[in-house]
């Protein structure tokens, strides 16, 4: 279970999207500058930002199960290094258990559960980023960003609405893909479908935003749904009461908040 | 007849509670959590659940009964602007004893009176330290004997009256938790699960249950502990302080013929970091059982330097592996082994464990299956904790497992309670 709520941070994190930069360019933009800008939209949007969420997973034989939390993220730098606060609420065994997370660009992430029931802060090895966030078929890396150095990116295709760029991965022995394909949105730069090719090169999973709102002026994905082709089963996560630069402070992130929630995780 | 009566009622009332929380809640129980919340603000959580045992050894002196019971928890949370209110209680129809027993777990308000400090006053429970089951300089109450019958984890921790206060000075934070009266932990003492006694020079159980006058004197026998605590970059490191007794009854009062809980105090530090992809730790501390006369007091329990190091780290896809070293020595030991009574047998001066844990998940994520295993090399002996946890739904869950102890000796550590070994189910719904 611990595990599986780790896992689940990621997805939500994907959830706050983002940013908006000038869709009109005399020139296409180079791969490098478009993933850079979707990177940003799709996961620094404001300074900082609230979101519930909540996520259905589905299995292959369609039985559901459910998880519930408030995400709260604040970023230290655009593009750069990020604090996550995860409050659970459902389903009732993990209720207010915290999974937190400081996210660093160049050495691993920081990560801590909170056990309320033992009074307990444990700390969470961070190198199972490909791992199911909380029993969904969202990973670590899907809620928290995957670091764009540890692809090479390839335009593959641009036209009037998505550029659709290639990732494939620098060091393919960690990761379960051989490469990725992600269709990015020209006017607001938010990925809104990735489509992961295993190592023979079969499509087996997918990665989509079903649903794009603005929020308080940022183009956010209010729905997403990974589908595991595969095994067959589905996540489809929904965010509500989304709100962005809502004056988070640092010290949020930190030991004494996992004990004690702040008034801005509870409902 | 009696208990297998009692036993069949306790079942019952579990499937009942079980099939009317299940039924009724399956569309009453939101309504009734989410009416709690609308109409007062009050967030409510629990389960119910039941849980049967047997021992795997024969032991004359006990039960084969392991454990038997029907449990039902409610937490109860009220949030106000300025202070949390917080109730959570335990209900259980236990078999073995044959009681309905209440525990609360906790009965507290949290409440924030500066920017820089935090107040918790009333029952709670409070964690702290590096170890993964192995405490140092976590000096809070447990409960041991729930640990090796096969209840939950939770517990291990039992819940305590005190004033728990933090202090936050821009990168230091300083803990103070505060026992107006002494508590101490749950023990092996007969009732239930059997141990070696040294007096009897054998494994005894009923019909030897052990008898302890624990201080029990309002802030006289009261118990400090602290925690200085700092980060920097990802290392967490702290300092610690005990002044209090001994957590189990690790003296002897010869003139009542009674065991007792000398005074002890702990001196301790921690550090936590990532390091070769997994987190590391280390932790050491000083007990210093300053009523032993240096270690000249054969009745009382000599004083010790205790240290561990540990690593976890995930190993393969969703499997995850713990180790870590523990160290126990006695100090003064030539002091010790001298006064050590004829016919008693002396503990080696270095004892020396390695502790396991395996965890892997399966079936995205509703079956976890873990192993945790004491050894200890110098005493030859050690515990292990096979387990298995499905998730059948996001609401019902099964678990099941085994407590095997082990021993050369039967006066060593684990040892001493290796004729308790014991294979457990259970059933919980969680609302």
Not at chain 1, 66 to 72: A, C, G, H, S, V
Not at chain 1, 230 to 235: F, I, L, M, P, W
Not at chain 2, 4 to 32: F, K, Q, R, Y
Not at chain 2, 51 to 72: F, K
């Amino acid at each position: 279970m611990k595990k599986a709520i780790i896992t689940t941070t990621i997805t939500a994190c994907s959830l706050f999207a983002l940013l908006v930069t000038s869709p009109v360019m005399a020139a296409e933009p180079d791969v490098e500058e478009i993933v850079s800008k979707a990177n940003l939209a799709a996961y620094y949007a404001g300074d900082d930002g609230k979101a519930e969420v909540n996520m259905t997973i589905t299995d292959s034989q369609g039985r559901e199960r459910n998880r519930e939390f408030i995400i709260l993220r604040k970023d230290k730098e655009d593009g750069g290094q990020q604090f996550f606060y995860v409050y659970f609420k459902r389903p009732s065994d993990v209720s207010k258990m915290v999974y937190m997370v400081h996210k660093h660009m160049n050495k691993d992430d920081d990560r801590w559960m909170y056990l309320p029931a033992l009074d307990l802060v444990k700390r969470i090895a961070a190198s199972d980023k490909r791992t199911s966030f909380v029993g969904s078929d969202f990973l670590y890396e899907d809620v928290s960003g995957r670091n764009l150095s540890e692809d090479n990116h390839k335009l593959v295709e641009s036209n009037d609405t998505h550029y659709v760029v290639k990732n494939i991965p620098k060091k393919p022995e960690d990761v379960e893909f051989s490469s990725y394909t992600v269709q990015i949105d020209k006017k607001t730069f938010l990925p809104v479908k990735a489509v992961y090719l295993d190592k023979n090169g079969k499509e087996y999973r997918i990665v989509e935003a079903i649903k794009v709102e603005e929020v308080d002026g940022f183009p956010t994905v209010t729905e997403s749904k990974v589908t595991d082709l595969e095994k067959g089963g589905h996540t489809v996560s929904k965010f509500s009461n989304i709100k962005y630069n809502i004056g988070l402070k640092e010290d949020i992130f930190t030991e004494r908040y996992l004990r004690r929630p702040p008034r801005e995780a509870r409902r | 007849m009696k208990k297998t009566a009692l036993l069949a009622l306790s079942a019952l009332l579990a499937c009942h509670a079980g099939s009317g929380v299940g039924s009724a809640m399956a569309e009453e129980e939101v309504s009734l959590t989410d009416r709690l919340y609308d109409d007062y603000g009050i967030e409510m959580l629990g389960f119910a659940e039941t849980r049967l045992g047997s021992r795997l050894v024969d032991d004359e002196n006990e039960d084969t009964l392991s454990i038997g019971e029907a449990r039902a928890q409610v937490e109860l949370t009220r949030f106000f602007d300025s202070f949390t209110l917080l109730f959570k209680g335990d209900l259980l129809a236990d078999a073995i004893t044959e009681e309905v027993d209440a525990d609360i777990r906790g009965l507290n308000v949290a409440f924030r009176p500066s920017d820089v400090l935090d107040v918790k006053i009333g029952r709670m429970v409070s964690t702290w330290g590096t170890g993964d089951l192995v405490f140092i300089n976590d000096m809070f109450p447990k409960d041991w004997q729930s640990f090796f019958i096969g209840r939950d984890d939770e517990y291990l921790k039992q819940a305590s009256n005190a004033f728990r206060t933090g202090i936050f000075l821009g990168d230091y934070i300083i803990d103070l938790v505060y026992t107006p009266r002494f508590q101490g932990s749950e023990f092996v003492k007969g009732e239930r699960l059997s141990y070696f006694n040294p007096g009897a020079g054998q494994i005894v159980g009923q019909n030897m249950v052990m008898a302890d006058n624990a201080p029990d004197d309002y802030f006289e026998d009261d118990e400090t502990s602290i925690r200085l605590s700092r980060r920097f970059g990802g290392v967490e490191t702290a300092l610690y302080g005990y002044m209090g007794f001994w957590q189990e009854p690790e003296g002897m009062d010869a003139a009542i013929g009674k065991a007792i809980y000398p005074r002890l105090n702990v001196w301790g530090a921690s550090a936590r970091s990532p390091v070769l992809g997994g987190i590391g730790n280390i932790e050491a501390g000083y007990y210093d059982s300053f009523d032993d006369d240096d270690g000249r007091n054969p009745y009382i329990r000599p004083s010790e330097y205790r240290f561990l190091v540990g690593f976890e780290r995930e190993l393969a896809h969703e499997l995850t592996g713990g180790f870590q070293y523990y160290l126990e020595v006695i100090d003064e030991y030539e002091n010790y082994e001298q006064t050590v009574a004829p016919g008693m047998e002396a503990r080696d001066e270095y004892r020396q464990m390695l502790t396991m844990r395996l965890t892997k998940l399966l079936m995205q994520q509703t079956l976890t299956l873990s192993l945790f295993v004491y050894y200890s090399p110098t005493d030859q002996d050690g515990y292990a904790r096979p387990k298995f946890q499905y998730k059948v739904t996001d609401n019902w869950l099964v678990d099941g497992g085994f407590n095997l102890f082990w021993g050369e000796d039967e006066h060593t550590f684990w040892g001493r309670f290796q004729d308790n070994s014991n294979a457990f189910v259970g059933v919980r719904y969680s609302f």
